[in-house]
């Protein structure tokens, strides 16, 4: 399988963009990375490929979402316009191109004005007339357990998939952020601008609630109460986005192994055998 860098440095070059100091901006889930000089970021799947067999599927929808709102006004990282969007394959990677935008990485958002960008950005969704899955993102979890097993990692007990499978996820479904917290929310000079769709999907908006309510990057709970929502109402949203952050940090540890990351996978296991 080729470099993420590599391929989407050939990729750019087959479609004319030119880059001569590719930066690596972040390597998770998936590596972006800056194709300067040219303004375009590339997503290459990192992660998400290895655990989602359908992972272009994810980034096509990103693709569809941002651009619908782009053409809307909706500020939201667009996707490129120097070259196809895509997804694109390239030796064995899955990769889209989008609009290089400066941020500040360290701005930190206040509840108060969170919780309502995001009932702002629901009211537009509302109209979204794509095609989105149906299926909760707790599908994850069995992907992520049997991916885990395959190489030879443990650390994930069986039971999880059968825990998932009895959260009843029910209620009137919209299309979703899906992955709605403060790190795809970037502050720019111009305001906020959203980001990160690849988790989209339709179902109830407690998903995207739930999400927010566990970020460490604010409080979480304030943000949702500055929501035009019931917090009360949240039902096993909550639980169901515990489990899925617990699998995917997981997955984070093995290939990333830290201290602080096994500290961080040991609580979510010890919490979710106590859950009642």
């Keep these: 399988m080729t470099d993420p860098v590599a391929a989407a440095v050939e990729v750019a070059a087959a479609h004319g963009v030119r880059c001569t100091e590719p930066v690596v901006l972040r390597d998770g889930s998936n590596v972006l990375v800056h194709l300067a000089p040219a303004p375009v970021v590339a997503r290459v799947a990192g992660l998400t490929a290895r655990v ?111 825990d998932a499978a009895k959260l009843t996820l029910t209620g009137r479904a919209v299309p979703l952020h899906g992955d709605a917290h403060p790190g795809n929310l970037l502050a720019t000079a111009d305001g906020p601008v959203w980001t990160d769709f690849e988790d989209t999907w339709r179902g109830p908006v407690e998903w995207d609630l739930a999400c927010l309510a566990a970020t460490g990057r604010l409080d ?20 169901a986005r515990r489990l899925h952050g617990l699998v995917w940090s997981a997955v984070f540890h093995h290939h990333f192994p830290t201290p602080e990351r096994r500290t961080d996978l040991l609580a979510r296991l010890a919490e979710w055998r106590h859950t009642p």
């Design 52 to 162: 989602r067999p359908a992972v272009a599927a994810h980034l096509a929808r990103d693709v569809a979402l941002a651009g619908w709102l782009a053409g809307r006004g909706v500020p939201v990282v667009a996707p490129s316009g120097e070259l196809p969007a895509g997804p694109h394959l390239r030796a064995g990677r899955v990769l889209t191109f989008w609009t290089y935008v400066s941020h500040d990485p360290g701005h930190v958002w206040r509840p108060a004005e969170f919780g309502p960008l995001l009932a702002e950005l629901h009211a537009v969704m509302a109209d979204y007339p794509g095609e989105l899955p149906t299926d909760s993102l707790l599908s994850d979890v069995p992907l992520a357990v049997n991916y885990l097993r395959s190489v030879g990692d443990t650390v994930l007990p069986d039971a999880l998939i059968e």
């Design 220 to 239: 979480g709970p304030a943000a949702v109460a500055a929501y035009p929502h019931d917090p009360a109402a949240l039902g096993p949203f909550p639980a």
